[in-house]
């Protein structure tokens, strides 16, 4: 994700806003909805929806009203209203569209209170709003500084300054409630700005943050993901992946939000699935199940007395002898069902084009007898030539 304006200059240098992909160009945004109603006009009559979405920094996105009749287009800045001052943000989506996403939100459109939109944002507004911006990653370090001498448990964060330079948001997580009166007098004092504390979740916070995952891909959460539902271990069981925290904790530290995504897929296979706890009689004795494939329909048994030996059973053969079962029939053996299933050995592979051993470079390279001998042939016809 990347637009013109973060590109790199000369000698690999970052340029344009700097911001690694989250720019106020509309081409590498956060969280963007697909304006599919762009090229469409309104009906005959029907005035258009008075209502945009403007985006802050990072993943915050709030609904403002366009009460002057402003001429707005996806990507242009705009003064926003605040609860003092005013803010600088992106306009990042407009029409009937914002309706629906505000209905998502559970935002009621016909709210005389709802937040107006004062004017596009100047060069002015512009040049200060990123000053501002500017400051914010000494300021967070210095309040880290304040948070540490102060013993408070609480980590901040990110800070976020009001377009007017007014205002600073500082997010912060912490394990237990942390008393920070003290800690809004000295960032007041020490930066001579209004100071207000917001507290978020671990998840909030990797979406703020944003990163790659371990896909190698960016964070969902911090570039389309919008709602954070539960994810349980049993997840990872019904999937059958190991259950290592290290692999299956995100950035975040909690599980993969990712787990979910194919979860119900799984649980639609193992509908026809035997249960897990399934046991076969057999007259060879108990068998129990060890192991499943959902892909491949097969459960592998094994017998009580012989837990190392496995035999690989499909779904279907096994819902036959359990129902053999209930009738208080035991078939022979499990060997009988496995048999069946053994496909032909497949051939290795054979070398047919002539490729070189890959360990030919490992060998010491050996001196050609021919070169030899052919310079022993001209070292004599020289000596002989010389004695004539």
Request: glycine share 6%; aromatic share 8%.
């Amino acid at each position: 994700m990347g637009c013109s304006s973060c590109t790199t200059a000369t000698g690999g240098q970052p340029r344009g806003c700097k911001n690694n992909g989250t720019c106020g160009s509309d081409g590498c945004n956060k969280l963007t909805v697909f304006d599919w109603l762009s090229n469409m006009s309104l009906p005959a009559g029907e005035q258009p929806f008075d209502c945009v979405e403007v985006r802050f920094k990072n993943s915050r996105k709030e609904f403002f009203r366009n009460s002057e009749n402003l001429s707005l287009s996806i990507g242009d800045m705009v003064a926003t209203q605040a609860k003092a001052g005013h803010d600088i943000g992106m306009v990042t989506l407009t029409g009937p569209l914002v309706k629906v996403q505000m209905k998502k939100k559970k935002e009621d459109h016909t709210d005389p209170n709802l937040p107006k939109i004062y004017r596009k944002a100047t060069q002015k507004d512009i040049d200060k709003w990123q000053r501002c911006r500017d400051k914010e990653e000494e300021i967070k370090k210095r309040s880290r500084e304040i948070a540490i001498i102060l013993n408070l448990q609480m980590k901040i964060s990110d800070v976020e300054f009001q377009g007017d330079g007014s205002k600073a948001t500082f997010y912060y997580t912490a394990e237990e409630r942390v008393d920070f009166r003290q800690l809004i007098k000295d960032m007041a004092k020490a930066f001579g700005i209004r100071i207000e504390m917001r507290q978020i979740g671990y998840r909030q916070e990797a979406q703020r943050l944003g990163g790659i995952g371990s896909c190698g891909r960016e964070l969902c959460c911090s570039t389309w993901l919008t709602d954070f539902r539960s994810v349980s271990t049993a997840a990872a069981r019904y999937q059958q992946l190991s259950l290592n925290p290290l692999k299956l904790a995100g950035q975040c530290g909690k599980l993969k939000c990712c787990l979910n995504y194919e979860l119900d897929v799984y649980m639609d296979a193992l509908k026809d699935f035997p249960a897990q706890d399934t046991k076969l009689f057999t007259e060879k004795g108990l068998a129990f199940c060890q192991k499943t494939d959902i892909f491949k329909g097969t459960l592998w048994f094994s017998y009580k007395d012989e837990p190392a030996n496995w035999h690989a059973l499909t779904k279907e053969q096994v819902r036959e002898i359990a129902e053999k079962n209930k009738k208080k029939e035991k078939v022979a053996s499990l060997e009988e069902y496995a048999s069946e299933n053994e496909s032909p050995a497949e051939t290795a592979f054979e070398n047919v084009v002539g490729q070189d051993s890959l360990t030919r470079f490992d060998r010491p390279k050996r001196k050609s007898k021919r070169r030899n001998n052919k310079k022993k042939g001209r070292n004599n016809r020289n000596k002989a030539s010389k004695n004539a």
